[in-house]
C-alpha cells in the first residue's frame, strides 16, 4: 500500500515563503502530485514532478526527491489567499493516494 | 464547459434509506473516481472507473456501489446508509492515466446521515 505524511497545520505571514512537506511509503509510483482545497471546496490541481527535481509555476514551485521518499511545495511571496489546506498525493497509473493535507495559515 | 458537476449538493438521509449521487462530467475524459473526505483523513478513493461500463474498487468501497453505463457519468449509490457514511464526496475526472494526469473535481455532495 500507501501512506503519505505531511504536517498537519502551518503558519505565515504574507509575503513570506512556506514550503510544505511530504513523505511517502510507496511501491512503484509514476510521480506525486500537489492540490489545493479552499475550505472544502473542490480540489485544485497545483503540480507535479514526474522526476526528481524542481519544477516551478509562478509562485509555486515543487520538489521531488525519489533516494529520500520525499517531496515539497515551496510557495513563495504568501499572499491572503493562499490560506488553503494543500495535500500531495502519489500517482499511480490510475489512481491518485492522497495524503492527509496540510492546512496553510496566512495572516497579515 | 460545466467541468465536473454533482448532484445533489446536500443531503440528509436517515439510517437505511439508500440514495445515488450522480457526477457528470463535459470535458469527454475516460477516467473517472469518486472520494470521500472526511476531518484530518483526507481524501479516500472509493471507486473508479477508467471508461465507460468499468469499474474498480478502491480504498474504501464497502457499503457504496458505482456504475458508468455513459461516459460522461459516474453514479455512486448506497444501498442502505449508516451514519458512518457522513462525508463530503467528491467526483472527479481524468483524461488519461500515467505520469501527471491531473483531476477535476467537482464541487462535492454533502451527506449527513442520522
Known amino acids: 500500500g500507501q501512506s503519505l505524511e505531511q504536517p498537519s497545520e502551518v503558519t505565515a505571514v504574507e509575503g513570506a515563503i512556506v514550503q510544505i512537506n511530504c513523505t511517502y511509503q510507496t511501491s512503484g509510483f509514476y510521480g506525486l502530485s500537489w492540490y489545493q482545497q479552499h475550505d472544502g471546496g473542490a480540489p485544485t490541481f497545483l503540480s507535479y514532478n514526474g522526476l526528481d527535481g524542481l519544477e516551478e509555476t509562478g509562485r509555486f514551485s515543487s520538489f521531488l526527491s525519489r533516494s529520500d521518499s520525499y517531496g515539497y511545495l515551496l510557495l513563495q511571496e504568501l499572499q491572503m489567499k493562499d490560506s488553503a489546506s494543500y495535500f500531495c498525493?502519489?500517482?499511480?497509473?490510475?489512481?491518485?493516494?492522497f495524503g492527509k493535507g496540510t492546512m496553510l495559515l496566512v495572516s497579515p | 464547459n460545466a467541468g465536473v458537476t454533482q448532484t445533489p449538493k446536500f443531503r440528509v438521509l436517515k439510517t437505511g434509506q439508500s440514495m445515488t449521487l450522480l457526477c457528470a462530467q463535459d470535458m469527454n475524459h475516460e477516467y473517472m473516481y469518486w472520494y470521500r473526505q472526511d476531518p484530518g483523513m483526507g481524501l479516500r478513493l472509493i471507486h473508479y472507473?477508467?471508461?465507460?461500463?468499468?469499474?474498480a474498487k478502491g480504498e474504501v468501497p464497502d457499503g457504496y456501489n458505482v456504475s458508468r453505463l455513459k461516459k460522461q457519468n459516474f453514479l455512486l449509490g448506497l444501498e442502505s446508509a449508516a451514519p458512518s457514511q457522513t462525508s463530503v464526496y467528491f467526483c472527479?475526472?481524468?483524461?488519461?492515466?500515467?505520469?501527471?494526469?491531473?483531476?477535476?473535481f467537482g464541487p462535492g455532495t454533502r451527506l449527513t446521515v442520522l
Open positions: 498525493a502519489v500517482t499511480l497509473y490510475s489512481t491518485l493516494t
Open positions: 472507473s477508467v471508461g465507460e461500463g468499468t469499474t
Open positions: 472527479a475526472s481524468s483524461y488519461r492515466a500515467g505520469g501527471g494526469n491531473e483531476q477535476f
